[in-house]
């Protein structure tokens, strides 16, 4: 039995709308002993192991279930059982999670299982955990030695197990905290592998870390570690606290006890959880022994009054005490019957009692801390306390050691809450805990005494939370109130879009509707993470992490996520629910990768989008595998985009009052018109759309659709869709490798990053609609890892709507031969009836696109499918057509010889065209043109607050604005 595979789902995907684990297992030999077969010891024995088992339900759905169903005569499968073992010790470290289910594969022996986890290491150690146990268990003759290591013990694996997920897992107080933020709806993100939480997204962000908040003063932490300074402050406002002195040697300390008189406590200068803390000490020899434990913690030492009473933490949040519980510490109570280590095994097997957070309650050591307190007492372990003797392990009352909390929230008296709030508020904590010693907590403090040990800064939440006796408190729903009062934003509006083609252009169009609408959007593409037009991360950046990535980024107000397949596939999406979410198509692409072998396989992929959708699902009416997702949408309202006004579900769908766009033709052109609750709101004319080069990239209008119906499903102004389409381009620096137009050329050169045929066509078709007086070039390639069909399609989308063609190849071969991909294109556009002396197969994506370059005259359209885009693109613009006129630096024409062309393709020549045909510096050679970054970033084009040139200064990251001049 072994893992062959492993994904972690971070979100929704096409398992579960949560976060899952999938497991590909190959079972070998083991696939011929299902439970039935392997009998009643098998199922016994892992029963043993596991007794929380017993509440899986399984297809019986109740009770029992899962191991009744492992008993039948055929019984189930190990994946099965390894899918209900993985959930089981997730459970038994403290998470609540159920969801699971397992398929088999195609191939024998090996079964998908699909589970739920609560965080990422911990569900990944819970599978590796439970197949090494499953193969501990199995019967001499057939079990794998190799997973079993000799020597290996269920109890210690499993509690190392336990530890290793708390290790991971969010602390008892950080959990109730994010608990509360979900009860309340507030988006919350994990930021590091500790405590650190930010609740909210972008601008309406809080952050937490376990209860200390972005609000906590850094003073009024530092004045509650400072335990001397804490004492004196309260002191002058007449809070009851015990005399105390600051300490720096073991004489010191004596010398200060006998002052302060015995009984003493000694504790650090700036300890917390009860670490190096003394009580009762009543002679010198004791206070030496405690100021040594306190000195393990510490520099200083402080030496305090003693106070009678029982410990009691005071919570308040925002200045009002919201719980109060009296602390005991660990102990065990005699019967005169039993050892203390008996006694302690009696209490550890309280099944509330477990590993660290574990539980309610921890389980009492027996270690070095317990044996002092024991020897204090003149006891030992084997000592038999009488019947109701007390026995305490611990000298001070924390839950981590041991201790019981009970709620006393109901019976504080009135003057105990005030004196807890004003010692807060006089530290400066919005969430501060006050230790308090009293012998009747429902008794003043101004009557019969009592103290103020300590002020904490992030008070644990546990004891409130899940108190050994009494109410459970809801402490953090208060702090979560404070943080997000009512009516404060937690989100920003989420768009997320998929869909085989035009993902990356719509994701731009609709960041840029929304900037020109007033918001500050956060945009995940293919080459990049932008935070307001400026691209702040390059790569592409279309799975989870890039939008957390966005989602954190505290100047967001709105976040555009385009989704690919890629991410959704590996891993989910990176966010619960999208207010809008768009199909834009399902074309053939990337099949025979992952898993994905058809359309509808692919299809169920990319739904993911529009299944957690809640405001608005946008889909493509015009296409069979969208038009059905929507009845896979919850979303309120669903939006169909159709180029084909006389659709007629869409034309039902607009009388029953609900929501479209459509493409209508009229006098002027075709209009984009937006249907909804009735009314009849026409948008925008297709050829005022600059990036649909007057109307004639009809996929580009389709782009601008959906743009334009998401913007409207998000509430952006119709004026503000309008002036957003009207002023985006297709230019490179505004959607690099997406229908580019570079015109400075005796030729027409469009540059695109289609790499399927679907795509691919949509070009083709592009070509023919335009006028070209002279010849129809291309420049055609496909990706190494599609499959020989996938090429062939592409090279048939193509074929006979070109004069030539140029076969090349990617840089990344992708287990493909250097000339594989571009000879079985060839070879598809000879068997389409292309002749051979129009087919030229040059490899190298550079050398291909020189030579399209150089095949160029007057008139002529060239066509290139890039891969290398910043490069390729660099080298259509900076390509000199020998005895062709060029702007010159001073602005007049200049002829360009052969010679000064091959010197200039060289870099020998600074005189670099930009997209307005406006030429760079002259300065140095190379400099890019303006606009364009050392890495063809950014143009300043791209973002409508960039009007003037002459204020950009520029370094080694691309264009930046300089400061603004005094005029």
Known sequence: MRIL????????????????????????????????????????????????????????????????????????????????????????????????????????????????YAQRDEGIAAGELGVRLLCSLLPEGIRPHDTVPEGWSWPEARDEFIRFAQRRALGPSTASLVRAAE??????????????????????????????????????????????????????????????????????????????????????YNGNHGR?????????????????????????????????????????????????????????????????????????????????????????????????????????????????????????????????ATDVTDVIHPDNREMAERAVRAIGLDVGGVDFLSTDITESYRRIGGGICEVNAAPGFRMHVAPSEGSSRDVAGPVIDMLFPSGTPSRV??????????????????AHVTKMAGYTPGLTTTDGVYIDGQRTVQGDMTGPVSARMVLADPQIDLAVLETARGGLIRAGMGVNEVNVGAVLNVQADHLGLKGIDTLEQLAEVKRVVVEVATDCAVLNADDSLVLRMSGY?????????????????????IRAGGRACALEAGVNGQMITLYDRGGHIPLVWTHLIPATLEGRALHNVQNAMFAAAMAFSLGIKLDAIRQGLRTFDSTFYQAPGRMNVFDEHPFRVLFDYGHNAHAVGML???????????????????????????????????????????????????????????????????????????????????????????????????????????????????????????????????????????????????????????????????RPAAGESDQGLTDVRAMPMALNLEGLIRDERGVRFAPESDD
Not at 222 to 245: C, F, W
């Open 633 to 653: 949408t919850d979303a309120k309202n669903i939006c169909y985009v159709t180029v084909n006004p006389q659709h007629t579900l869409v034309r039902e769908h």
């Open 493 to 510: 509006p989420i768009a997320a879009i998929t869909g085989t083609n035009g993902k990356t252009t719509t994701a731009r169009m609709l």
């Open 276 to 404: 190096g803390i003394s009580i009762r000490l009543t002679s010198d020899d004791e206070v030496a022994q405690g100021y040594a434990v306190a000195r393990e913690q510490s520099r200083s030492v402080i030496v305090e009054t003693y106070l009678e009473g029982d410990d009691h933490r005071l919570l308040v949040v925002n200045g009002e005490l919201v719980a109060a519980t009296r602390r005991t510490p660990g102990h065990v109570v005699g019967d005169g019957t039993h050892t203390v280590a008996q006694l302690i095994e009696i209490v550890n097997q309280d099944p509330r009692r477990g590993v660290g957070h574990e539980k309610v309650l921890t389980r009492l050591e027996l270690d070095a801390q317990a044996q002092k307190m024991l020897d204090r007492a003149g006891l030992a372990a084997e000592s038999v306390p009488e019947a109701r003797q007390v026995v305490y392990l611990r000298s001070t009352a924390n839950l981590s050691t041991g201790g019981t």
């Open 764 to 926: 083709a078709d592009l070509a023919q609609r335009l006028d070209v007086k002279g010849r129809r070039i291309v420049v055609l390639a496909g990706p190494g890892d599609r499959r020989d069909e996938d090429l062939v399609a592409i090279a048939n989308a193509v074929a006979g709507r070109f004069d030539h063609y140029v076969c090349r190849r990617d840089d990344n071969l992708r287990d493909r031969a250097p000339d594989e991909v571009p000879r079985i294109q060839a070879s598809a556009l000879r068997a389409a009836g292309v002749s051979e002396d129009a087919i030229s197969v040059i490899p190298d994506e550079q050398q291909a696109i020189e030579a399209a370059l150089q095949m160029g005259r007057e008139g002529d359209l060239l066509l290139v499918f890039a891969d290398a885009l910043v490069r390729s693109w660099k080298q259509v613009t900076k390509f000199r057509m020998e005895g062709a006129t060029y702007s010159s630096p001073a602005g007049e024409p200049a002829a360009v010889s052969g010679a000064a062309a091959a010197a200039e393709a060289a870099g020998l020549r600074s005189v670099a065209l930009g997209e307005s045909g406006s030429p760079a510096s002259p300065s140095r050679p190379g």
């Open 5 to 116: 595979d492993r994904s972690v789902y971070v979100g929704p995907s096409q398992y579960a709308h949560f976060p899952v684990i999938r497991l590909e297992l190959d079972l070998g030999a083991l696939e011929a002993w299902p439970t039935g077969r392997l009998g009643s010891e098998f199922v016994d024995s892992l029963a043993a192991a596991l007794p929380g088992l017993a509440e899986h339900g399984c297809s019986y759905r109740e009770p029992g279930g899962f191991f009744r169903r492992m008993r039948e005569d055929e019984g189930t499968w190990l994946g099965h059982v390894l899918e209900h073992v993985a959930i089981e010790l997730q459970n038994i470290a403290g998470e609540e999670v159920t969801f699971g289910k397992t398929r088999s594969a195609d191939q024998p022996g090996v079964y998908t299982i699909i589970y739920e």
């Open 183 to 268: 009860a309340r709806e507030i988006p919350w993100l994990r930021l590091n592998d500790q405590s650190l939480v930010q609740l909210g997204h972008g601008r309406y962000q809080q952050r937490i870390q376990a209860t200390v908040t972005g609000r906590t003063s850094h003073i009024a932490v530092e004045l509650a570690s400072d335990k001397e300074e804490t004492n004196k402050i309260l002191a002058t406002l007449g809070l009851p606290v015990p005399r105390q002195e600051l300490v720096q040697s073991e004489a010191q300390a004596v010398r200060a006890a006998r002052r302060i008189g015995f009984p003493v406590v000694t504790k650090p």
